[in-house]
């Protein structure tokens, strides 16, 4: 993707926040007031809800502008008005939006609330944009989705729309932020958990009650359960912990109705076995199964990233963005460019 295509994406993303053309912000914005944006520092403030602040993110944040990222460690919900506050009132009205918080940590739903808390402790004029992705979770799931969906209309000139997308490893943050957006994309979404049903019931309370999706929950730990779930499935999503194989090349071979398999596990041995790093839409050797894998998905998802922290540092508006803001960059930048079929 070339540069300036790099730059209309983060005026997108910043006019989709805001609700108007960055064009007409800039102009209606004053050159006194713009100025003063320009040279303030952009500083991050990074809320963690874990002892540490992901050097990944840290490094993510640096590279797209911010020029200080401070990390606040085993932050909580309780904490976050209080320190949005505190970073708000600091800073002149005039700095804008020159002043950032990312939330951070492994709880999908606790990051959705921090973000939410952030935005209602704002006080007008006083300005302060805010960006979650925990774990790298947001930006994951957006770009596995994201080509998942494009590999699949190549593949059956279908939508997500009322397709059956099975996600293994539901309970993390990748498997439920992929189980959430395939949904709201009008996929049929088992959420698939090796340890049982239980673990997933919070997050299929969410998603009903939060997110306006139902999601089904079922267990699969034993192999008979698993192929059981992939025979049924247009789509496989394997969000499982790094390292640790989940599906066996048999396991797929049994089903007549798999189009595609995505898998987010750069570690060996892969989650699918057979998935390559930088498959994007290569057939599974001996099948018609359309393969996506953890380096496709790096990519787009660190260019989404990329793009969500330039856009809070070229808004003059407060942005908050969460998945839904990732996954609309990850389809721009995924619909950008051709699979290696
Ligand atoms: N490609 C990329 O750009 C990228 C970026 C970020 C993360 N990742 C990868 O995305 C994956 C998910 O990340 P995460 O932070 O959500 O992971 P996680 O919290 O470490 O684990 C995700 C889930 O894997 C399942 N799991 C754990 N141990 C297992 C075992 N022994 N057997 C089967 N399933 C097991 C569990 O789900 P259930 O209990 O529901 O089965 C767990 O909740 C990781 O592999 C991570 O490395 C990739």
């Known amino acids: 993707m070339r540069m300036d295509d790099q730059s209309n994406l983060v005026s997108e993303t910043a006019a ?14 004053s050159p006194r007031r713009a100025r ?12 963690s ?22 990390p606040h460690t085993n932050a909580s919900l309780e904490h976050t008005s209080g320190l949005v506050q505190d970073a708000i009132f600091s800073r002149p009205v005039e700095y804008g939006c020159r002043t950032g918080l990312f939330i951070g940590g492994k709880d999908a739903l606790l990051a959705v609330d921090m973000l939410a808390a952030a935005q209602a402790a704002l006080v007008p004029p006083f300005q302060l944009s805010a960006f979650a992705d925990p774990g790298g979770s947001f930006t ?5 989705v994201a080509l998942v969906e494009d590999v699949y209309r190549a593949r059956t000139g279908r939508t997500l729309k009322g397709a059956h997308v099975a996600v293994f490893g539901a309970t993390g943050v990748v498997g439920f932020a992929s189980s959430i957006i395939a949904a709201q994309c009008g996929a049929k979404v088992t959420m698939a958990s090796h340890i049982g049903v239980k673990a997933l019931k919070p997050s299929v309370r969410a998603g009903r009650g939060r997110f306006g999706v139902d999601l089904e929950p079922v267990a699969a730990g034993r192999a008979g359960d698993k192929g059981h779930l992939v025979s049924q499935a247009d789509i496989v999503l ?7 194989r989940v599906l066996t090349r ?4 049994k089903s007549r109705r798999l189009a595609v398999v995505a898998d987010v596990n750069a570690v060996p041995p892969s989650g699918v076995e057979g998935v390559e790093l930088f498959d994007r839409g290569r057939l599974l050797d001996g099948s018609g199964v359309a393969s996506v894998g953890p380096l496709a ?3 787009v998802k660190y260019k989404t990233q990329a793009a969500l922290f330039r856009s809070m540092l070229s808004s003059r508006d407060t942005v908050m963005l969460d998945f839904t803001h990732a996954f609309a960059i990850a389809r721009k930048l995924v619909r950008g460019r051709p699979a290696n079929t």
């Not at 809800?49 to 401070?70: E, L, R, W, Y």
């Not at 394997?238 to 640790?244: F, I, L």
């Open 140 to 144: 994951t799931a957006a770009a596995m």
């Open 16 to 29: 989709m926040q805001t609700g108007g053309s960055e064009e007409g912000r800039q102009q209606s914005a």
């Open 49 to 70: 809800t874990q002892a540490f602040a992901s050097p990944f993110d840290v490094n993510m944040a640096v590279d797209a502008g911010f020029k200080v990222v401070i």
């Open 297 to 299: 998905i790096g990519d």
């Open 238 to 244: 394997c969000a499982a912990a790094a390292g640790v």
């Open 250 to 253: 048999e396991q797929l071979a």
């Open 36 to 47: 003063k944006q320009r040279l303030a520092t952009p500083i991050l403030h990074f809320l």
